[in-house]
């Protein structure tokens, strides 16, 4: 583990294993990661009875940091996917090209945080609608400010599934036609384009595709939605393609049901 998230953990695990004498004092403990915001959101989560525990990191990308946490039920242990997008490096000009023009989000503020509250809630909201047509998404829990609590997917000693990126799964066009069969999904009872589609948002657990990261994804009338289409199927063709897969444009467009009016060169 990165030894700045593992201080940071260390920091915000005694928080939350303290949270019964949440004082003034504990609000003012620091963090190199976390602001105080985001401390503070993990104490309310917390309180809420959300988590117990947070329990290592997963991952440390761009712009958010994925953790571990633990939930103790009925004398068990339970996991789950802790994702906190860190204020100073969001790409607050890649929300906001997003957030305009989703019906969804009637933005009119230029404030950062609330830009990516709405961000975070934007993605809650896209895992949810995948999550309700029964696309294979891990199950969203609650979003508050910057930080989302999801389904974590691994096994149940506690290891994250891995991405397909870092997995190649084993039977490359199988696992193809599962994925498009869930994008298809995602698509069309969903209503949601991804928006980044490729090996590194797929998850490889026990050999079926898990879609994660969900948060730039738009609803299908957006004005961009097309472009994202086009894009995330080029992604995923020559991505599938370099693993070995046997298959083309055509085919995909057609597994994704879409028909003849998308135009892919
Ligand atoms: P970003 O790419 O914006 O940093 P992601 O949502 O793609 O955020 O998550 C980053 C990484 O964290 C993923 O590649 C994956 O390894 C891990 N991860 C994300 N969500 C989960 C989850 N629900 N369960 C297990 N691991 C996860
Ligand atoms: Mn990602």
Do not use: C
Not at 241 to 265: F, P, Q, R, V, W
């Amino acid at each position: 583990m990165d030894p700045k998230i593992a201080k940071a953990d260390e920091k915000i695990q005694k928080i939350i294993s303290e949270k019964r004498r949440k004082s003034v004092e504990d609000k003012r403990v620091g963090s190199e990661i976390f602001d105080k915001q985001t401390l503070e959101t993990l104490y309310k989560l917390a309180n809420q009875g959300y988590m117990d525990v947070l329990n290592g990191a997963i991952s440390t990308g761009k712009e958010a940091n994925v953790l571990k946490g633990l939930k103790y039920k009925n004398g068990k242990e339970k996991f789950i996917a802790v994702k906190i997008y860190r204020i100073a490096t969001s790409d607050f000009k890649k929300m906001q090209y997003y957030i305009q023009g989703d019906p969804r989000f009637n933005i009119k503020s230029n404030n950062k945080r609330q830009l990516i509250n709405n961000w975070v809630n934007k993605e809650f909201r896209n895992l949810t609608r995948g999550f309700d047509a029964e696309v294979s998404v891990p199950k969203p829990i609650v979003a508050l400010n910057n930080v989302l609590l999801l389904e974590f997917i691994g096994d149940d000693e506690g290891n994250p599934a891995q991405t397909v990126r870092n997995q190649k799964p084993e039977d490359v066009d199988d696992f193809l036609d599962k994925l498009l069969f869930e994008t298809k999904k995602f698509i069309h009872d969903a209503n949601l384009i991804h928006g980044d589609l490729s090996t590194f948002n797929i998850l490889n657990k026990d050999e079926n595709p898990v879609i994660i990261d969900v948060s730039q994804s738009v609803v299908r009338d957006h004005p961009i939605a097309n472009e994202l289409l086009v894009r995330d199927i080029k992604n995923i063709f020559n991505e599938f393609k370099k693993l070995g897969a046997s298959t083309s444009i055509k085919e995909i467009k057609e597994k994704l049901d879409l028909g003849n009016d998308l135009d892919i060169d």
